[in-house]
């Protein structure tokens, strides 16, 4: 047994970055052969549950930056998945939606998805997986507020 190991303090923070590493090595070879990355596919995703979504929305709910997301959506846009529109009623507002090429592949993101939450929770009874959920909501609403408050103290440059 390596006593270094032994003594170092438990880290939430470097496993979720290993879950995250593996995420991303996962998603990158499921969705490899639709043209696309990590990112993309989970934001193709999200417009998949919401087609018509705002631009400034997605960004919202998503917790990305304008830069990042635009980037994204220019791939897609780039691979014929997805087409953005001016709303009708506000030319201000851009809306996201899918193309028919991206509604044939909609069912295979989901897929993705499933198998990475069926892969990660494989020996978890239902109560175990509903206590992780739970934990992992507490996690993201601690690292939101303290987001919160280091935007709140952000100097302009």
Same mark, same amino acid.
């Given at each position: 047994?390596?006593?270094?190991?032994?003594?170092?303090?438990?880290?939430?923070?470097?496993?979720?970055?290993?879950?995250?590493?593996?995420?991303?090595?996962?998603?990158?070879?499921?969705?490899?052969?639709?043209?696309?990355?990590?990112?993309?596919?989970?934001?193709?995703?999200?417009?998949?549950?919401?087609?018509?979504?705002?631009?400034? @929305?997605?960004?919202?709910?998503?917790? #990305?930056?304008?830069?990042?997301? +635009?980037?994204?959506?220019?791939? /897609?846009? !780039?691979? &014929?998945?997805?087409?953005?529109?001016?709303?009708?009623?506000?030319?201000?507002?851009?809306?996201?939606?899918?193309?028919?090429?991206?509604?044939?592949?909609?069912?295979?993101?989901?897929?993705?998805?499933?198998?990475?939450?069926?892969?990660?929770?494989?020996?978890?009874?239902?109560? @175990?997986?509903?206590?992780?959920?739970? #934990?992992?909501?507490?996690?993201? +609403?601690?690292?939101?507020?303290? /987001?919160? !408050?280091? &935007?709140?103290?952000?100097?302009?440059?």
């Amino acid at each position: 047994m390596d006593l270094k190991k032994e003594h170092i303090p438990a880290s939430a923070g470097r496993q979720i970055a290993r879950l995250s590493r593996a995420a991303q090595v996962y998603f990158q070879h499921r969705f490899g052969p639709l043209g696309i990355g990590p990112a993309q596919g989970i934001t193709l995703h999200y417009i998949s549950m919401h087609n018509g979504i705002d631009q400034t @929305e997605l960004c919202r709910r998503m917790s #990305l930056d304008k830069s990042s997301l +635009a980037t994204q959506l220019r791939k /897609l846009e !780039e691979h &014929r998945y997805i087409i953005r529109e001016t709303d009708k009623h506000d030319r201000r507002v851009k809306r996201i939606f899918m193309t028919p090429e991206a509604l044939e592949i909609a069912d295979r993101l989901h897929a993705v998805f499933t198998s990475w939450t069926d892969l990660l929770l494989k020996d978890f009874n239902n109560a @175990e997986r509903r206590k992780v959920f739970l #934990l992992l909501d507490r996690l993201w +609403a601690n690292a939101g507020e303290a /987001l919160k !408050e280091l &935007r709140l103290n952000e100097t302009p440059e």
